[in-house]
């Protein structure tokens, strides 16, 4: 679907390629993405698609689209960004890189409501882990420690934060 931006759009302000063939495999990790990040939430997929098939049935221009993702991807900058990829040049959408996402928030004041006790040493381990640039692992374990014996669910939710590796 979002290789119809591209196609239409006359491809990507980003990274941008010139090959419609390294556009199409772009849409279709970039889709990928999309669909893992909202596995759970069908009616964002659905509305990604509708934004998408809007703007190849000309019922929505650039702008449009523009605005439209900004906001049902608000919160996933790694979404956003990488839509710009699809984007003419003069349309990228910015994203404020220090605004923790939505579902980071939520995590954070979950611990907080259970346990405030927790939630200080919680945060002390965070704050640790960026200002040292502690590894992975380490954090892991610290953060296990504190977890593990009442709050398990709050710890496999963590793990679901942790980056890729």
């Not at 964002?44 to 190849?56: A, P």
């Not at 650039?62 to 349309?91: C, D, M, Q, S, T």
């Not at 640790?128 to 710890?155: N, T, W």
């Amino acid at each position: 679907m979002a290789g119809g931006v591209a196609a239409e759009g006359g491809g990507g302000g980003g990274e941008g390629s010139t090959s419609s063939e390294a556009t199409i495999i772009a849409a279709e990790r970039y889709m990928k993405e999309v669909m893992e990040t909202f596995g759970d939430q069908g009616e964002k997929l659905v509305m990604f698609r509708e934004i998408m098939n809007d703007f190849r049935t000309e019922r929505t221009d650039i702008a449009g689209v523009v605005g439209r993702v900004k906001e049902l991807f608000k919160g996933h900058n790694n979404l956003i960004e990488g839509f710009n990829f699809f984007l003419p040049k003069g349309y990228e959408i910015t994203v404020d890189k220090h605004q923790p996402p939505p579902e980071t928030l939520e995590f954070i004041r979950l611990v907080k409501e259970r346990d405030e006790s927790v939630y200080r040493r919680f945060m002390d381990v965070i704050f640790r882990y960026q200002r040292e640039h502690m590894d992975l692992i380490k954090l892991c374990r610290e953060v296990g420690a504190l977890f593990s014996e009442d709050y398990p669910d709050l710890f496999v939710k963590f793990i679901r934060f942790l980056p890729p590796t």
